[in-house]
């Protein structure tokens, strides 16, 4: 706990450690909201691997190259949590940019909005590898941006 969260432990003149559990509610709170989005990421993902109209499209040979079994006009991008979370070396970051979509990117926030780091994000089902050296411990917000538009935010900590 305190290398991940230094800030709620206390360590009293006797050298015992203490935990502020009133003040890790909010950590709580956000890991549950973040195991919502990605329940949520894993059902809309599954609804595309399972849906009829993917059955018709292999049937039909409308696939290209495993784009989730979508035609391009009914494409949509998504970005999903990072994994590990939290992290201390690297994380994996997974995402899809449709085939027509341009100028796509994952840009990385610090918690005020800073923005801190672009990657070029690819088409098709990828996956970005971040490394704990490009920043230091704390949390961040993560968002796939296509053309100027946001598509989505998550949020990954770093830990020491």
Request: proline share 4%; with cysteine; net charge negative.
């Amino acid at each position: 706990m305190q290398e991940v969260y230094p800030q709620l432990v206390f360590e009293n003149e006797g050298g015992l450690l203490s935990v502020n559990y009133i003040g890790l509610i909010p950590v709580l709170v956000e890991a549950i909201k973040e195991l919502e989005l990605q329940i949520s990421d894993l059902k809309t993902e599954l609804e595309y691997c399972c849906s009829g109209e993917t059955n018709d499209n292999l049937k039909s040979g409308q696939i290209e190259g495993g784009n989730l079994g979508q035609e391009q006009t009914d494409c949509q991008s998504y970005l999903s949590q990072n994994r590990p979370n939290p992290f201390n070396t690297e994380t994996i970051i997974d995402y899809y940019v449709c085939e027509q979509d341009y100028n796509a990117q994952i840009m990385v926030f610090d918690m005020t909005g800073k923005l801190l780091k672009t990657y070029q994000a690819q088409p098709g089902k990828q996956n970005l590898i971040i490394n704990s050296g490009d920043f230091t411990p704390g949390m961040y917000y993560y968002s796939l941006v296509i053309a100027g538009n946001e598509i989505e935010t998550k949020k990954m900590i770093l830990s020491k």
